[in-house]
């Protein structure tokens, strides 16, 4: 068993322009100090632009990212490794959005580049949390929002990934190369809604091969994509004469 402490803290700025309500541009600074892995200073920049005005717009971003080893990484019985280092990630993503028939339906494109030093993940031979020295996240994403009438509307999209270890030109592991995800919202009245859910990924490196399954055969190097289902209604209960916002109750299946 271990019991520790840890020193963090963070500040963070932003400055926000636009200009004639066509171009947007959101500036930020993050500095992390962490006593044990000491100072990062990391910047993340946006912009967007309407080409034509609430109709069409490009849109694109980039920063830098900082992430220090969990005490679950760091001091796990067998799996833990004290000698992590801090994760680091250059992210880069731009895209197109576009609007038809007023706000019925709108559609997006996004190209996106994630970039990792030090990725820490679970070693599959060493079992024990390890750092990756370089690997690579990009792909894009396509995605729909449209009101199919009044009280229904539906959400869609779908991303293809492709990841790397560029020390060993393996692709990550639980990371598919395709998702795909659906939700269907219905809204009885103001205070009633019924979700519909369906998601979709595809197969995925499995992280421990050589692992025995519960079929008394090992894992083998891919693990089989699936589709999950859920089902959710929220009812709202108002309270607004007691000058409450309100209570949810949820119910999923």
């Known amino acids: 068993r271990y019991t520790g402490t840890r020193d963090i803290w963070g500040f963070y700025a932003q400055n926000h322009f636009a200009w004639r309500e066509r171009l947007f541009i959101n500036a930020g600074l993050r500095l992390d100090y962490n006593k044990d892995f000491g100072t990062s200073l990391n910047p993340k920049v946006s912009a967007a632009y309407w080409i034509r005005p609430q109709t069409t717009k490009l849109k694109a971003s980039f920063g830098t990212g900082f992430r220090a080893p969990s005490f679950v990484e760091l001091f796990t019985p067998t799996f833990g490794n004290r000698d992590l280092r801090p994760e680091k990630s250059r992210s880069f993503e731009a895209g197109l959005e576009q609007k038809l028939w007023g706000d019925k339906l709108s559609l997006d494109f996004i190209y996106f580049n994630n970039h990792f030093t030090d990725l820490i993940f679970l070693e599959a031979k060493a ?127």
């Open 127 to 253: 079992l024990k949390f390890v750092n990756r020295d370089e690997t690579l996240a990009q792909g894009f994403e396509t995605g729909l929002n449209c009101i199919l009438q009044e009280n229904l509307s539906l959400q869609a999209n779908y991303t293809w990934m492709d990841t790397e270890d560029k020390k060993t030109g393996e692709e990550l592991p639980l990371r598919p190369n395709h998702s795909w995800n659906f939700r269907l919202t219905y809204t009885w009245k103001d205070t009633l809604t019924t979700n519909l859910d369906i998601n979709i990924l595809s197969s995925q490196r499995q992280p421990f091969p050589h692992l025995i399954g519960i079929n008394n055969q090992p894992l083998g190097s891919r693990k089989s994509g699936y589709t999950r289902w859920d089902l959710s209604t929220t009812y709202e209960i108002p309270f607004g004469s007691f000058g409450l916002k309100g209570i949810s109750l949820f119910s999923k299946i």
